[in-house]
T-cell receptor
């Protein structure tokens, strides 16, 4: 089991460029999440998904888009990158039903710098 | 509006001694409190949790105490080991969510265990 895999690990973008951060999980988890962590701060939820075809906004969704076409994949799209989006991005997944709940498992993170 | 505060950004402790990490919160809707541990260049990993109906939960060297009336919890690590050197995040979840991944993260406490 690879768990939660994020690519790329590092990326430098120019202002106004766009990119997609990839995330895939092989644990058959129904929930997936994108968090960002700014220096000296805790993680903040950007978007989450409760299953394929369903996504919802978190605390800081502006400037981002997501899609969930399969259970395994949850890409995060940045359109028109801005310096304020310089951060470390974490993808996570968890499993939740009426009778079973797991904690969230996180990927290794993507360090993004916008210059 | 910080709902979760970890007021000590860093903590240095000698190997074998006790590490005490504190977390304060303001939201009465939190029903579970999770602690995550994070090593550099890795994603956070789940460490221990406590339900709001309990005041203590123990797992090996790790014990979490909850004082609901004071909206305060603490994580005790006894004895501290060099491998415990990491950033520790307090991460509560709201009772209105059925997901263990929609969390509010504190800013984290960097623990350094010295020989």
């Amino acid at each position: 089991n690879a768990g939660v895999t994020q690519t790329p690990k590092f990326r430098i973008l120019k202002i106004g460029q766009s990119m997609t951060l990839q995330c895939t999980q092989d644990m058959n988890h129904n929930y997936m999440y994108w968090y960002r962590q700014d220096p000296g701060m805790g993680l903040k939820l950007i978007y989450y998904s409760v299953g394929a075809g369903i996504t919802d906004k978190g605390e800081v969704p502006n400037g981002y888009n997501v899609s969930r076409s399969t259970t395994e994949d949850f890409p995060l799209r940045l359109e028109l990158a801005a310096p304020s989006q310089t951060s470390v991005y974490f993808c996570a997944s968890s499993y939740s039903t009426a009778s079973v709940n797991t904690e969230a498992f996180f990927g290794q993170g993507t360090r993004l710098t916008v210059v | 509006d910080q709902q979760v505060k970890q007021n000590s950004p860093s903590l240095s402790v000698q190997e074998g001694r006790i590490s005490i990490l504190n977390c304060d919160y303001t939201n009465s809707m939190f029903d579970y409190f999770l602690w995550y541990k994070k090593y550099p260049a890795e994603g956070p990993t789940f460490l221990i949790s406590i339900s709001s109906i309990k005041d203590k939960n123990e797992d090996g060297r790790f014990t979490v105490f909850l004082n609901k009336s004071a909206k305060h919890l603490s994580l005790h690590i006894v004895p501290s080991q060099p491998g415990d050197s990491a950033v520790y995040f307090c991460a509560p979840r709201e009772m209105t969510t059925d997901s263990w991944g929609k969390l509010q993260f504190g800013a984290g406490t960097q623990v350094v265990v010295t020989p």
